[in-house]
């Protein structure tokens, strides 16, 4: 059985950080494009960050540029997104996702086959 488990999610302040860890069982996910989505209170999931199943590359919302990055530990089938000077608008669940075909340069929400179980992220001002 396929599972994404994210955790490191939390309480911050404006500016601050966290590090949110995505870790995957029943597959190994090196060679899938894997990705973090987000969705706030009352508007629809948006993507957030992606890391190809090729060569690593990393991709991400304008709206996190600079401030988040993605990575990934392909020994431990985990991923990673390292998010600093958080804003009040960063406010969300965070979802963890795996493509469901192998070796694509992007993540694509179409795509996804699996889905974690979301951690939330609160930016208090």
């Known amino acids: 059985q396929v599972q994404l488990v994210e955790s490191g999610g939390g309480l911050v302040q404006v500016g601050g950080s966290l590090r949110l860890s995505c870790a995957a069982s029943?597959?190994?996910?090196?060679?899938?494009?894997m990705g973090w989505f987000r969705q706030a209170p009352g508007k629809e999931r948006e993507f957030v960050a992606g890391?190809?199943?090729?060569?690593?590359?990393?991709h991400y919302a304008d709206s996190v540029k600079g401030r988040f990055t993605i990575s990934r530990d392909n020994a431990k089938n985990t991923v990673h997104l390292q998010m600093n000077s958080l804003k009040p608008e960063d406010t969300a669940i965070y979802y963890c996702?795996?493509?469901?075909?192998?070796?694509?340069?992007?993540?694509?929400?179409?795509?996804?086959?699996?889905w974690g179980q979301g951690t939330q992220v609160t930016v208090s001002s």
């Open positions: 890391i190809s199943g090729r060569n690593n590359f990393t």
């Open positions: 029943g597959r190994t996910f090196s060679r899938y494009a």
């Open positions: 996702a795996a493509d469901s075909i192998p070796l694509m340069g992007t993540i694509n929400e179409r795509r996804v086959g699996y």
